[in-house]
């Protein structure tokens, strides 16, 4: 599947460049989302608690990372969880049997443009850091308005790599920064999306569109979080595509390493570092 | 007064290119911050409130748009407020004289490195949208210190426009914005400030400082935000420096008008902007 595809882009479909998942599917990367998860339950989950005996649909749940705190809010709900990937698939489900081995969910293999349940399946639709990763995002919203009953939410994440705030502002680092935002849109995605959920919901047909930002803030009164956040979280994404930049001659690897180098400094006493979700909940009227 | 000046640059001293206060003194000028401040009332002050016969100084108060919140935040307060611009001053006077009658407030003329105040005068200092205009904020943060009671809080609210974020994202108005960020730093000042306040306090010998984000978010679901902060705040600083940017050789006149014209997208049906403003607190040990 290449960018020139006119079709939707399948999620988290294919590993490195010009393909869905900008981050790539190893052992590394599942564990980097599992420690995103858990440092960002609060900030992503808070707010959103179904009621027992609700019908919840989870688009593209990759390896579980999100499930299992979508979980803990909300017991006794129905879960459908989703995704592309068999592997992530098995992965969630290996997760979730452990974090929560009474928890009712049915575990789908499919794209979620094609999903195959009939229309107004479910009361709510929950959706995390997947709309950036696809190339048609309000083909994919389209889709799961069809299986979301009249008067269900949607709720969506997902972040903004326009918003990494910095000190100290190394332009190397700033770079490595620009270059992750490149490579997500060589692949059809867009790290930039937080700023247009607003839009790009209502152009689907949703109604009530609220969308919330939630300010992940890490400096010396933060220990947990620069080691949680700055280090295991961004600079590692980052640094999880240094051969793509590299191969697509965005840059040398000498300089992509100086932008990392700049900044781990954000992480170091006196850095501070900063990033913005935003967390969009809508009505399917 | 210049940049290559090796004393402290004071407090929004001049007006224009190469000077202090990068946004100027104009009537317009004036209307613009009473009409920031009163949107952005809840998200500065919430959270800061004095107790009655606290001794509390406003160090670069300007035009009072903040002052008038400050003392309904805070009734009976023993208030000083100090700016280094007389004629601001005398407005800043007319308006608390008109808003809250009954006022305890002393009026200080002068720059806020070289109070005339005995160590340990107040109780707590607040001190906003002003370190960003000075040459050296880290001695500001020391003459404040200084007359700063032992155990005495400092409050800092400070912008960021490397937080800013909209969409559309045109490229012109990116460069607007860089080049508002450019001039206040031509004028010795720095337009990213926020992201450093934590380091700054902390090495100024402050404690316990403690740093809050604190986000605008402007979009369809907010009509009136949009009005008062996109348009009439952030497009209207950015408006206001074009002849600056223009006599810098930043930009032509053309280009900047196209860069204006794309962040007024912003502000129209489908658009959204947010910016974030850094909130700090520390004591005096």
Redesign the interface.
């Known amino acids: 599947m290449t960018t020139s595809t006119p079709q939707p882009t399948a999620v988290r479909a294919g590993t490195g460049l010009g393909h869905g998942y900008v981050h790539g599917y190893s052992p590394t990367e599942a564990r980097r989302l599992g420690d995103q998860a858990d440092t960002l339950a609060g900030l992503v989950h808070t707010g959103t608690a179904y009621p027992p005996g609700s019908r919840v649909l989870e688009a593209g749940c990759g390896v579980g990372a999100q499930t299992v705190h979508l979980l803990d809010s909300s017991p006794g709900v129905l879960l459908t969880a989703a995704d592309i990937s068999a592997d992530s698939l098995a992965k969630a489900r290996a997760r979730v049997a452990a974090h929560a081995p009474g928890a009712d969910v049915r575990w789908h293999h499919g794209d979620l443009h094609r999903l195959p349940f009939p229309d107004d399946s479910f009361d709510h639709v929950f959706v995390c850091f997947v709309l950036e990763h696809l190339a048609d995002p309000a083909a994919a919203l389209a889709a799961l308005r069809r299986v979301l009953r009249p008067g269900g939410t949607l709720t969506v994440i997902e972040g903004?790599h326009?918003?990494a705030?910095?000190?100290p502002?190394g332009r190397a680092a700033q770079r490595v920064v620009d270059h992750l935002v490149r490579l997500q849109a060589d692949g059809g995605g867009d790290a930039?999306i937080?700023?247009?959920l607003?839009?790009l919901l209502?152009?689907a047909g949703f109604r009530d569109?609220?969308?919330?930002?939630r300010?992940v803030?890490a400096?010396?009164?933060r220990p947990a979080l620069v080691e949680s956040f700055t280090r295991r979280t961004f600079i590692a994404m980052v640094e999880a595509v240094r051969a793509d930049a590299v191969a697509a001659g965005l840059t040398t690897a000498e300089e992509f390493d100086r932008g990392v180098a700049e900044l781990r400094r954000t992480a170091e006493p006196?850095?501070?570092f900063?990033y913005?979700f935003f967390k969009a909940v809508a009505v399917n009227p």
Chains 1, 2 share one sequence.
């Not at 569109?209 to 930002?213: D, F, M, N």
């Open positions: 903004d326009g918003t705030c910095f000190h502002l930039l937080g700023r247009r607003y839009p209502g152009d569109v609220a969308v919330g930002l300010t803030s400096d010396g009164a006196g850095g501070t900063h913005t």
